[in-house]
Protein backbone atom coordinates (compact mmCIF):
# COMPACT_ATOMS: atom_id res chain seq x y z
CA UNK A 1 0.00 0.00 0.00
CA UNK A 2 1.06 3.31 -0.81
CA UNK A 3 1.98 5.64 2.39
CA UNK A 4 -0.05 8.85 3.19
CA UNK A 5 1.23 11.55 1.81
CA UNK A 6 3.33 13.85 4.60
CA UNK A 7 3.77 17.30 4.69
CA UNK A 8 6.91 19.30 6.48
CA UNK A 9 6.85 19.96 9.82
CA UNK A 10 8.05 23.41 9.24
CA UNK A 11 6.26 24.67 6.23
CA UNK A 12 3.54 22.53 5.50
CA UNK A 13 4.95 21.45 2.36
CA UNK A 14 5.32 18.50 0.23
CA UNK A 15 8.45 16.64 -0.95
CA UNK A 16 10.24 14.97 1.79
CA UNK A 17 13.77 14.57 2.18
CA UNK A 18 15.75 12.78 5.18
CA UNK A 19 16.91 15.11 7.58
CA UNK A 20 19.65 14.23 10.43
CA UNK A 21 18.61 14.88 13.44
CA UNK A 22 22.15 16.06 14.37
CA UNK A 23 23.62 17.30 11.46
CA UNK A 24 25.89 15.98 8.92
CA UNK A 25 28.75 18.63 9.55
CA UNK A 26 28.68 17.35 12.90
CA UNK A 27 28.64 13.89 12.46
CA UNK A 28 31.39 13.93 10.64
CA UNK A 29 33.10 15.98 13.59
CA UNK A 30 32.87 12.67 15.91
CA UNK A 31 33.46 10.59 12.73
CA UNK A 32 35.88 7.27 13.86
CA UNK A 33 34.82 8.13 17.63
CA UNK A 34 31.67 7.34 18.36
CA UNK A 35 30.94 3.74 18.85
CA UNK A 36 28.81 3.38 21.60
CA UNK A 37 25.92 5.59 22.90
CA UNK A 38 24.78 6.11 26.75
CA UNK A 39 21.86 4.85 27.84
CA UNK A 40 20.42 5.28 31.82
CA UNK A 41 17.65 3.10 32.67
CA UNK A 42 16.11 3.72 36.29
CA UNK A 43 14.59 1.34 38.43
CA UNK A 44 13.22 0.84 42.03
CA UNK A 45 16.92 0.13 42.85
CA UNK A 46 18.52 2.97 41.27
CA UNK A 47 19.95 4.45 37.97
CA UNK A 48 22.09 2.21 35.89
CA UNK A 49 24.61 3.43 32.96
CA UNK A 50 24.46 1.05 30.14
CA UNK A 51 26.44 1.45 26.72
CA UNK A 52 25.01 0.26 23.49
CA UNK A 53 26.39 0.03 20.14
CA UNK A 54 26.03 2.85 17.48
CA UNK A 55 25.35 6.37 17.23
CA UNK A 56 22.45 7.86 19.01
CA UNK A 57 22.41 10.99 16.57
CA UNK A 58 23.10 9.20 13.24
CA UNK A 59 18.91 8.55 13.07
CA UNK A 60 17.27 10.21 9.83
CA UNK A 61 14.13 11.18 9.41
CA UNK A 62 11.95 12.18 6.82
CA UNK A 63 9.97 14.66 8.08
CA UNK A 64 11.72 17.89 6.12
CA UNK A 65 11.19 19.12 3.23
CA UNK A 66 13.46 20.09 0.77
CA UNK A 67 13.56 23.73 1.00
CA UNK A 68 13.82 24.07 4.33
CA UNK A 69 16.29 21.00 4.76
CA UNK A 70 18.53 22.32 1.98
CA UNK A 71 17.50 26.41 2.77
CA UNK A 72 17.74 28.03 6.09
CA UNK A 73 18.50 24.42 8.40
CA UNK A 74 21.95 24.40 6.41
CA UNK A 75 22.55 28.18 6.45
CA UNK A 76 21.74 27.87 10.41
CA UNK A 77 23.78 24.55 10.91
CA UNK A 78 26.85 26.30 9.54
CA UNK A 79 26.03 29.75 11.07
CA UNK A 80 26.46 27.39 14.61
CA UNK A 81 28.98 25.05 13.79
CA UNK A 82 32.16 26.79 15.15
CA UNK A 83 30.95 28.00 18.63
CA UNK A 84 28.71 24.66 18.65
CA UNK A 85 31.93 21.59 17.41
CA UNK A 86 34.01 23.60 20.16
CA UNK A 87 31.29 23.28 22.97
CA UNK A 88 31.10 19.41 22.22
CA UNK A 89 34.87 19.35 21.95
CA UNK A 90 35.71 21.09 24.93
CA UNK A 91 37.78 23.75 23.49
CA UNK A 92 35.00 26.94 23.80
CA UNK A 93 34.99 28.19 27.58
CA UNK A 94 33.56 31.55 26.73
CA UNK A 95 30.24 31.82 24.49
CA UNK A 96 30.12 35.56 23.31
CA UNK A 97 26.80 37.36 23.55
CA UNK A 98 26.79 37.74 19.71
CA UNK A 99 26.45 33.92 19.56
CA UNK A 100 23.58 33.23 21.57
CA UNK A 101 20.65 33.43 19.31
CA UNK A 102 22.22 31.44 16.63
CA UNK A 103 23.06 29.01 19.01
CA UNK A 104 19.79 28.72 20.95
CA UNK A 105 17.97 28.46 17.52
CA UNK A 106 20.41 25.66 16.75
CA UNK A 107 20.00 23.59 20.04
CA UNK A 108 15.90 24.48 19.17
CA UNK A 109 16.55 22.82 16.32
CA UNK A 110 17.94 19.49 17.39
CA UNK A 111 15.00 19.60 20.01
CA UNK A 112 12.18 19.57 17.25
CA UNK A 113 13.58 17.56 14.55
CA UNK A 114 14.43 14.97 17.39
CA UNK A 115 10.89 15.30 18.53
CA UNK A 116 9.39 14.14 14.98
CA UNK A 117 10.55 10.42 15.69
CA UNK A 118 7.43 9.74 17.84
CA UNK A 119 4.11 12.04 16.38
CA UNK A 120 2.17 10.92 19.69
CA UNK A 121 4.92 12.46 22.40
CA UNK A 122 5.52 15.33 20.18
CA UNK A 123 5.11 18.78 22.26
CA UNK A 124 5.95 21.27 20.22
CA UNK A 125 3.36 23.04 17.38
CA UNK A 126 3.74 23.76 13.98
CA UNK A 127 3.64 27.52 15.12
CA UNK A 128 6.64 26.96 17.39
CA UNK A 129 8.53 25.48 14.15
CA UNK A 130 7.48 27.76 12.37
CA UNK A 131 9.02 30.66 14.48
CA UNK A 132 11.94 29.03 14.18
CA UNK A 133 11.92 28.43 10.52
CA UNK A 134 10.98 32.48 9.95
CA UNK A 135 12.79 34.28 12.55
CA UNK A 136 15.56 31.97 13.23
CA UNK A 137 15.48 31.90 17.47
CA UNK A 138 14.09 30.09 19.85
CA UNK A 139 10.51 30.41 20.25
CA UNK A 140 9.75 33.07 23.44
CA UNK A 141 8.53 31.15 25.87
CA UNK A 142 10.83 28.77 25.59
CA UNK A 143 14.15 28.80 28.42
CA UNK A 144 17.56 27.18 27.02
CA UNK A 145 20.48 26.29 29.74
CA UNK A 146 23.93 24.83 29.21
CA UNK A 147 26.80 22.90 31.72
CA UNK A 148 29.06 20.74 31.02
CA UNK A 149 29.47 16.92 30.91
CA UNK A 150 32.66 14.95 31.70
CA UNK A 151 31.70 12.20 29.30
CA UNK A 152 33.88 11.34 27.11
CA UNK A 153 33.82 12.33 23.30
CA UNK A 154 32.97 8.18 22.28
CA UNK A 155 30.49 8.56 25.17
CA UNK A 156 28.99 12.05 25.09
CA UNK A 157 25.30 10.94 23.28
CA UNK A 158 22.29 11.26 25.78
CA UNK A 159 19.01 12.83 24.45
CA UNK A 160 15.89 12.51 27.05
CA UNK A 161 12.41 14.38 26.64
CA UNK A 162 9.77 14.45 28.78
CA UNK A 163 6.06 15.59 27.13
CA UNK A 164 3.85 17.23 29.93
CA UNK A 165 0.18 18.23 29.48
CA UNK A 166 -1.86 21.27 31.44
CA UNK A 167 -4.84 23.75 31.23
CA UNK A 168 -4.21 27.74 30.95
CA UNK A 169 -6.80 30.37 29.71
CA UNK A 170 -5.91 32.25 26.35
CA UNK A 171 -6.10 36.50 26.51
CA UNK A 172 -9.69 36.42 26.75
CA UNK A 173 -10.23 33.91 29.64
CA UNK A 174 -10.98 30.81 27.61
CA UNK A 175 -9.77 27.67 28.75
CA UNK A 176 -6.75 26.03 26.73
CA UNK A 177 -4.89 22.65 26.39
CA UNK A 178 -1.22 23.34 26.98
CA UNK A 179 1.67 20.64 25.52
CA UNK A 180 4.78 21.54 26.98
CA UNK A 181 8.41 19.48 26.90
CA UNK A 182 11.14 19.10 29.55
CA UNK A 183 14.88 18.30 27.34
CA UNK A 184 18.21 17.24 28.11
CA UNK A 185 20.98 16.03 25.92
CA UNK A 186 24.77 15.34 25.86
CA UNK A 187 26.86 16.02 22.61
CA UNK A 188 30.24 15.63 23.81
CA UNK A 189 31.12 17.82 26.52
CA UNK A 190 28.26 19.93 26.44
CA UNK A 191 24.89 19.25 28.16
CA UNK A 192 22.00 21.22 27.15
CA UNK A 193 18.53 21.44 29.34
CA UNK A 194 15.43 22.78 27.72
CA UNK A 195 11.97 23.45 28.86
CA UNK A 196 9.09 25.34 26.76
CA UNK A 197 5.92 27.01 28.24
CA UNK A 198 7.97 27.41 31.47
CA UNK A 199 5.66 29.27 33.89
CA UNK A 200 5.38 26.96 36.60
CA UNK A 201 8.11 27.04 39.79
CA UNK A 202 10.17 24.42 38.85
CA UNK A 203 11.91 23.35 41.42
CA UNK A 204 14.81 20.92 41.76
CA UNK A 205 17.73 22.26 40.44
CA UNK A 206 19.86 22.92 43.64
CA UNK A 207 23.44 21.80 43.02
CA UNK A 208 23.76 22.05 39.43
CA UNK A 209 24.58 25.19 37.87
CA UNK A 210 23.01 25.85 34.34
CA UNK A 211 23.71 28.83 32.35
CA UNK A 212 20.95 30.46 30.63
CA UNK A 213 21.33 31.02 26.66
CA UNK A 214 17.74 31.59 25.72
CA UNK A 215 16.23 34.11 26.15
CA UNK A 216 19.74 35.39 25.87
CA UNK A 217 21.41 36.94 29.10
CA UNK A 218 22.90 39.86 27.80
CA UNK A 219 26.42 39.05 28.48
CA UNK A 220 29.39 36.75 27.44
CA UNK A 221 28.30 33.29 28.96
CA UNK A 222 31.14 31.83 31.10
CA UNK A 223 31.29 28.00 31.07
CA UNK A 224 34.03 27.60 33.19
CA UNK A 225 31.77 28.76 35.94
CA UNK A 226 29.11 25.79 34.72
CA UNK A 227 28.55 22.21 36.67
CA UNK A 228 29.90 19.24 35.45
CA UNK A 229 27.71 16.83 35.26
CA UNK A 230 28.76 13.24 35.40
CA UNK A 231 26.23 10.44 33.37
CA UNK A 232 24.30 9.98 37.12
CA UNK A 233 23.86 13.69 37.33
CA UNK A 234 22.69 14.18 33.72
CA UNK A 235 19.80 11.73 34.46
CA UNK A 236 19.14 13.86 37.29
CA UNK A 237 18.82 16.70 35.60
CA UNK A 238 17.06 15.24 32.91
CA UNK A 239 14.36 13.93 35.39
CA UNK A 240 14.12 16.76 37.37
CA UNK A 241 10.48 17.83 36.15
CA UNK A 242 9.16 14.41 36.22
CA UNK A 243 10.16 14.09 39.88
CA UNK A 244 9.14 17.65 41.07
CA UNK A 245 5.82 18.10 38.92
CA UNK A 246 5.39 20.19 36.03
CA UNK A 247 2.90 22.62 35.90
CA UNK A 248 2.84 24.45 32.08
CA UNK A 249 -0.13 26.38 32.86
Not at 39 to 60: A, H, M, Y
Request: proline letters at 5%; aromatic letters at 8%.
Amino acid sequence: MPRDQRYCAFCGAAGMTKQHVFGKRLLALLKGRVGTHLILDRSPSGTETKKRPGNVWSRQLRRVCSNCNNGWMRQLEESAYDVLSGLIIGDITTISREYHGILAARLALVIMVASLSKDEADSISIDERGNLRLRTLPPTDWQIFLCRSDCTIEEGQYYYSDCFTGEAVDASNNPINLKAHVTTFVLGKLCVHAISKGYGNLKGYSGINIAPIWPAPGADIDMGATSILNPTKVFELSSVARRHGFPPG
